[in-house]
């Protein structure tokens, strides 16, 4: 980032505009004070009813969570199966189970944050195998990590045919005053039957807050689909006057790094990005059997010369004559991907070639894994650490379709060009196109009007608010804007 010396130099605000508190051991979660340091100033501020609402949540997680009297006797009401009482405490709990790769992972962790605050429950987070050794605790005095005790029998297992889910409870009509629930299970999964898609029409006050515990499994962004519910719009305009930048707003509160991964990002960022005068993200995610790696290749060259963002090069031109006094602009680029070829074929071209405008370009990749292996610590590591170099970065090209790129932009608060996925094997004439905003897409929204709940009828929810718009990389896809 040009001027980033200067700005490690000077004074940062660290606590992002009072978003972060101060007071953390800064030594056990480096990143959480530091990031200020390698990133550009907030591109978006966050609102005052935000910080107010972000520490009200921050004080009902240390009162209701784990270790506290509140999260014992809810716990043990879990596992007995006895009545819940209404007055008790007054804690209400959001399990998230989130799961597929880590980007999505990552907007399923965000976005159920969100859900929580709404809803005003304690977010616990399924560890999965690794979220503990990836992200630091978020909130002060406390754990946002389900306890490994959580005495939900089978509760990993839980898929859209049980008899807890919202759709089965809810369509069989047995949410009445007399039904107390021991828990209700949320699917959202980005493939979710319709039926439980409902939830996103819910309005909480009809039975859920009378539920203690609630169970979410989605491996999706849900905020855009809040959005769509009347009954959260208020609040939601008030949280987030701008609706073009909530994941990256709280992803700057929720998400730290933790050491390990952190000294992953700052020794390759000083490595290879710190001193170039400007740098480039090239985000590259091959789906099976998309189209042949040439094409993906030429869709990239294409992207960067299209929207002008690496030079070209001159095939067999002179070596640049020696500059004396003034130094060539330096370009690194970072690239990210499953598979080194493409960095090597990007590399290989500016090595063998110079480029058009005498710009020095050097092509970086960390890591290629060639197989995504999730829930494996040092590979999830890998790819978190991947996510926050690339949101380090000036501009950003990203894969459309995925959640990998979209958390990577989305982090840095970086609207991406997305490059088309391939159709039928074919690279769309389209290469790519500059994003609508950085916000992420959310695969499988709602696709109803809450007021009418006519579940059964695809209604195109595009439009149906002004900040609520399709995706670029997938029409059916939701995102904010
Ligand atoms: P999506 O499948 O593109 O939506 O992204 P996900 O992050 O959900 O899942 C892909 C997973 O494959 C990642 O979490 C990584 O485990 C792995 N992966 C994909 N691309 C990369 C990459 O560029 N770098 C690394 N280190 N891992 C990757």
């Not at 969100?114 to 429950?121: E, M, S």
């Not at 946002?144 to 809810?170: C, I, K, M, Q, R």
């Not at 040092?378 to 501009?395: F, G, P, Q, V």
Request: hydrophobic letters at 35%.
């Amino acid at each position: 980032v040009a001027g980033l010396g200067a700005q490690r130099g000077s004074k940062k605000d660290v606590l992002l505009g009072g978003l972060l508190l101060p007071g953390f051991d800064e030594r056990s979660c480096a990143s959480r004070y530091q990031s200020a340091y390698y990133r550009k100033n907030m591109t978006r501020s966050p609102a005052p009813y935000l910080i107010k609402r972000l520490r009200e949540q921050g004080a009902l997680q240390r009162r209701c969570g784990p270790g506290s009297e509140p999260y014992t006797r809810a716990s043990e009401r879990l596992r007995s199966g006895q009545k819940r009482v209404d007055t008790v405490d007054g804690c209400g709990y959001l399990v998230l189970l989130s799961y597929r790769g880590l980007g999505n992972r990552i907007l399923a962790v965000a976005s159920a944050f969100l859900y929580a605050i709404l809803t005003d429950r304690v977010l616990l987070v399924d560890r999965e195998k690794t979220l503990g050794d990836l992200f630091c605790e978020p909130f002060p005095g406390t754990t946002w990590l389900l306890p490994l005790d959580f005495p939900l029998e089978g509760y990993e297992d839980l898929g859209e045919s049980a008899a807890e889910s919202y759709a089965n409870v809810t369509l069989h009509n047995n949410t009445g005053p007399a039904s107390e629930h021991r828990f209700v299970y949320l699917h959202l999964d980005h493939g979710a039957t319709p039926a439980n898609r409902l939830v996103y029409c819910d309005d909480h006050r009809q039975f859920l807050h009378r539920v203690q515990w609630v169970v979410l499994r989605t491996d999706s962004y849900i905020a855009p689909s809040l959005f769509l519910n009347p009954v959260y719009q208020d609040e939601l305009d008030r949280l987030f006057p701008r609706k073009d930048s909530v994941f990256y707003i709280i992803s700057r509160y929720l998400l730290h790094p933790t050491n390990d991964v952190w000294g992953m990002v700052t020794r390759f960022y000083n490595s290879y990005l710190g001193s170039a005068d400007e740098t480039l993200g090239i985000q590259v995610r091959a789906f099976d059997d998309d189209t042949p790696p040439q094409n993906i290749l030429d869709q990239i060259l294409a992207c960067t010369s299209q929207e002008h963002l690496l030079p070209g090069v001159i095939a067999g031109g002179p070596p640049p004559p020696p500059k004396t006094g003034s130094r060539a602009r330096s370009k690194a680029v970072l690239m990210t991907g499953l598979n080194g070829w493409y960095h090597d074929s990007i590399r290989e071209m500016y090595w063998q070639s110079p480029s058009a405008n005498g710009e020095v370009v050097s092509v970086h990749q960390p890591s290629h894994e060639e197989y995504q292996l999730t829930g494996v610590a040092t590979h999830d590591m890998k790819a978190l650490a991947e996510m926050y170099l690339l949101s380090m970065t000036d501009k950003i090209i990203t894969s459309g379709w995925s959640t990998f790129g979209y958390v990577g932009s989305a982090l840095g608060g970086l609207t991406p060009y997305l490059m088309m996925r391939p159709v039928h094997l074919k690279v769309p004439d389209l290469r790519c196109k500059r994003a609508m905003s950085m916000e992420p897409c959310a695969h499988g929204p709602a696709y109803f009007e809450c007021t009418r709940k006519e579940y059964n009828r695809v209604f195109h929810t595009d439009n149906m608010v002004p900040h609520v718009q399709a995706c670029e990389d997938m029409g059916w896809g939701l995102k904010l804007t």
